[in-house]
Each structure stands twice: as structure tokens, then as C-alpha cells.
């Protein structure tokens, strides 16, 4: 089939990439001309594991394309996904849509024949019935129909959630339009994936309520998190317990720093602001993201503790900054709260990211960046694992650090709370 990813960020990108190695033939299309020049050299713009492998591969047999030439583009698909962002509105909670009603303008003067035009962006319900009418004030509507196909993609786990999805779903009424998504998934729905066919109005909120609820899973666990503390208990304990209930299910369940990344926090706040405009009260979500905003001040707090309320001039090192391991996504990670807060009192801060250097600290007095776990650790009083990245799995702490006394606050839960105490290391964790 032949497809046409408008917008090379994350989710047009991955997509685009999976679609083409699935036999398609997809032409990814970005107005951002530096971006495409840069893909047609196979450089890739964001980090992902096996992604750049994937481009090189189908960019060289011919089965994906790069483009700025959006009508052109438009012109020779038969199905085209706008893949824009749609990020916060600034100063408010709701999401910011400009990007995809450009984008159904530029196809509304572009169809030639008939097209399935799909969101795969995260989009507020009704945002579908309102790119219809953009389209259909240019269109015929027997020329065109409008579906929701919401991603799932986590990144750094881009690829296989695309190959081995738990679900597709698939909104919309259009009998021809679904005959043809049905078929363009065929691939994966055989591996497995379940294949749901709903209205587009509950496609684009099945994604909201899906990140919430995830949302939800994880704030729910750090909050028991912190009385499993206060009581003795390990919350890993609470995790797989909860967990064998299946009703509940095991995954998520992981306690940590607050949750980031560039969905749940803009999700949760846009799924909101979208009930309020239809007069009805998310409570349970409202109470997640308070929840959420308060976790890294619990943490920093504990930091606190374990450095007897002495910040002044301790020198604090931090592994991993991005918001989780296998990426270099800084969006709303909780180490923006804590590196610049700690600073603030007057640590002395490094770090160490496998995926490098972050502007985001450069301006923040006393944070510094060192290229290696050693350089970063050896001279440090407290040590903070924030990212659960592999490389920081097996680190020989009493041998990289020239301290006798080296503390360690593992946010991730990475280590065993016995063979840290066993190994004479002074060690805390979260929820254990
Ligand atoms: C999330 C969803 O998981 C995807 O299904 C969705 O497609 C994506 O948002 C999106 O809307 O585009 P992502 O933000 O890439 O994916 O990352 P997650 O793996 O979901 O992690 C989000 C945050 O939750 C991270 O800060 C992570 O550290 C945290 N987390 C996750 C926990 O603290 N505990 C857990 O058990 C799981």
C-alpha cells in the first residue's frame, strides 16, 4: 500500500519506518527540509534503539522515502496519517491542535482521489469531526474519510511495541476504509495483535484514558511506595502480589521518581481540560497529576534525610537524566526538578547520561556533566541511580569510588537491598 507519514517526530517516524518494513511503500514528509536531508544521509534525529538500522535498511530498498513536497507527497498515497505533535497550549493545560488543522488544510487543497486520512497523533475527542469539516468545506466526502488509529509506542521500546502491539485500535464506520486498515495491519493482527474497530470518538479517547490510566497505575504505586517506607515493607513485594491478580496486571507497578516523558504529563493534563469542556469532573486524574507533581519533592526530601539535612557543598552525582532508560528524552523528567533544586542548596552536582550532555543544565550553577560512570561517581558523598539504564545495572561501587563512605539512593530499585548491605554499602531505595 502506499502511505504517507506527515511529520518525522516520534510516532510518524517509527511508524513510517515499521509500515515500510511491513512490504509498504511510505514516503515520510516533514517541512522541516534540514530534517529530511538529514534522514535521505540516514541520520537519524531522535535516539532509538534499532531505529537507524530500519531506516538505512528500507531507505535503501527503495520501500521508504523522504520528502518537504507535502502535496506532491499527498498526491501519490493512498493513506495518509498526520503524525504532528500536539503538545501543551502555552499557559494552559488543553493541547495545542495548530499543527494538525494546518496540516488538514494542506490536504484538504491536495486530494486528487480517495484518501483515508488517519490521527495517529494523540488528539482530543472530536478533533476528528472537526478535520472532516476542514476537509469536506474543499471535498466531496465520498473522496475522503477520517479515521483515528492512536499510537501506542512507548520510546525506547519504539520498534517492538510496533511489531508486537497488545492491540490496534481503529476508529472509525467507514465499512471500505476499515477493510483497508484491517489489511494494511494484517501482519501483525496475525502475530496476534488484537484488532479493535470502534467509533473515532472512542479511538482518540481509548489513547487518552490509556496514558491516564497508566498514569494513575504508577502514581498509585509510588504513593504505597512511600507507607511500605514507613512500615518495613518492600513494595516490590506489593507490586507482584497485586500483580498476580489479573484483573490488576503486573505492569506498571513499578515505584520511582514522578513519572515524565513527552505523554502522561501532557495527556493527563489535556484529558482533563477536554472533561472540563464537556462539564465533567476527572477527579481521580485531577489527584494523580498533584500527586505526581508532588513525588519529586518527597524524594528530595528523603535526599535530605540521607544526607542529615546537610546539602551545602555535598557533592551529589546523578546516573541516567533523561525521563527513562533507552532514550535522550528530557521532556518533564523529574531530574529537571531535582538537579536544579539540589543546586539551589548548594550541592556540588555531576552527572552521567549514556546518551550525553543536556543542555538543559548547562546554565544551572555547579552541574556539571563528566563522560563516565567513574569520573562521575568516584569523588561523590551521595550517589542517585535516576534512570534504570543497563550500563548502571552492575557497578562496582566500592571500586570506583575513592570515598570510603560512598551513599547510594537507587530510584530505580536496580540493586538488591541484602547484596548492597552485604557489600558494606550504604544503600536506600524506594519503597524498600
Ligand atoms: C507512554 C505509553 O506507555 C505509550 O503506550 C504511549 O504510546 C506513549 O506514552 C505516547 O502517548 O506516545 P512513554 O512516555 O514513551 O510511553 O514511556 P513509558 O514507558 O510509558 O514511561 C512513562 C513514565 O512512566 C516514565 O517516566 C517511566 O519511568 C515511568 N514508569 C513507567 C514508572 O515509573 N513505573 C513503571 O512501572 C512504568
Sequence with gaps: MKLCMIGTGYVGLVSGVCFSDLGNDVICVDKDKNKIDLLKKGKIP????????????????????????LKKSINNSDIIFICVGTPTKKGGSSADLSQIYNVAKEISSSINKFKIIITKSTVPVTTGDEIEKIIAKKNSKKKFSIVSNPEFLREGEAIRDFIYPD????GSNDKKSNRILKNLYNPLISKGAQYLNTSRRAAELIKYA??????????FINE???????????????????GLDKRIGSRFLRAGPAYGGSCFPKDTKAIISTADKFKSNLSVIKSVIKSNENRSNIL????????????KNKKISFLGVTFKANTDDMRDSSSLIMIPSLSKKGALIKYYDPTGFKKEFSKIKNVNYENSIKKTIEDADLV?????????????????????KIIIYDLRNIYSVDKMKN???????VGR
Design 46 to 69: 531522535i535516539f532509538e534503539p534499532g531505529l537507524s538500522e530500519l531506516v538505512i535498511k528500507n531507505f535503501k530498498n527503495k520501500r521508504l522515502k523522504f520528502s518537504s513536497n
Design 167 to 170: 492491540r490496534i485500535v481503529v
Design 210 to 219: 490509556s496514558n491516564a490510566f497508566l498514569a494513575t497505575k504508577i502514581t
Design 224 to 242: 504505597i511506595a512511600n507507607l511500605c517506607e514507613k512500615t518495613g515493607i518492600s513494595v516490590e513485594d506489593i507490586s507482584i502480589g497485586m
Design 300 to 311: 528530595l526530601k528523603r535526599v535530605s534525610e540521607i544526607l542529615n539535612n546537610k546539602i
Design 384 to 404: 542517585i541511580i535516576h534512570t534504570e539504564w543497563n550500563d548502571f545495572k552492575s557497578i562496582n561501587f566500592s571500586k570506583l569510588s575513592k570515598r570510603k
Design 423 to 429: 557489600q558494606g554499602l550504604k544503600y536506600y531505595s
